[in-house]
């Protein structure tokens, strides 16, 4: 049994896609173990997104716009610290939804279901393929973090970091559901 951490982004909560998205994950059968809604601080974002992230964003991005021909005149350094300052700084623009996901795999099933990171190369019937189309590339040229509806732990050992960073112990709840003992092992 797994747990994995999982942000409904404020593009989500703003395009009143909360519901919509919830269902996929409680549809299943994974368990809600723990929710809440906040606008995170800056220090919480930077332990969530720390700086080592900006070196793979910005390699990932100047691929992208070698790829495209786009023209700039930053360092794969300098764009990482840009997209993800942007990516902080969009993350607390406005409440996110934060809850813990709990099951069998929950990690990679939870990945599956909300699809790559860039929403365009998303696979239609996931989340940010099926509710979203924006290229990394485009909004990074925007020196914007992808508004990509969803943040979902990318390993076990992520999840269990990220939870302790966005939940106490005592907000977390062990209960069975309904359906457990046909949706779980
Ligand atoms: O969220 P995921 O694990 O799929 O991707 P990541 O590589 O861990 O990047 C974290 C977040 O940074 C993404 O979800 C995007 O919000 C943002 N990002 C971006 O806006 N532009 C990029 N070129 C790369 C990442
Ligand atoms: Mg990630």
């Known amino acids: 049994m797994e747990k994995t951490l999982v ?4 593009d989500a909560v703003q395009r009143g896609l909360v519901g919509e998205i919830l269902t996929r994950f409680e549809k299943v059968g994974l368990k809600i173990v723990g929710m809440k ?6 220090e919480t974002l930077v332990k ?6 900006g070196d793979i964003i910005g390699n990932k991005t100047k691929q992208d716009w070698d790829k495209y021909g786009v023209e700039y005149t930053e360092s794969a350094e ?4 840009i997209i993800l300052n942007a990516t902080r700084d969009f993350m607390r623009s406005g409440p996110v939804l934060a809850f813990v996901l709990e099951g069998g795999h929950a990690v990679e099933v939870v990945r599956k279901l909300v699809g790559s990171t860039g929403p365009k190369d998303s696979l239609p019937g996931t989340i940010r393929g099926d509710y979203a189309h924006l290229s990394l590339g485009k909004a990074s040229i925007a020196r914007k973090g992808a508004a990509n509806l969803v943040h979902a732990s990318g390993t076990v050992e992520e999840a269990k970091v990220e939870i302790d960073l966005w939940f106490k112990p005592e907000e977390l709840y062990e209960y069975k559901t309904a359906q457990e003992h046909l949706t779980h092992a």
């Open 78 to 81: 300098e764009i990482g610290k």
């Open 7 to 10: 942000i409904l982004k404020p």
């Open 48 to 53: 969530h997104y720390p700086d080592e992230l």
């Open 37 to 42: 809604m906040l606008v995170p601080t800056n």
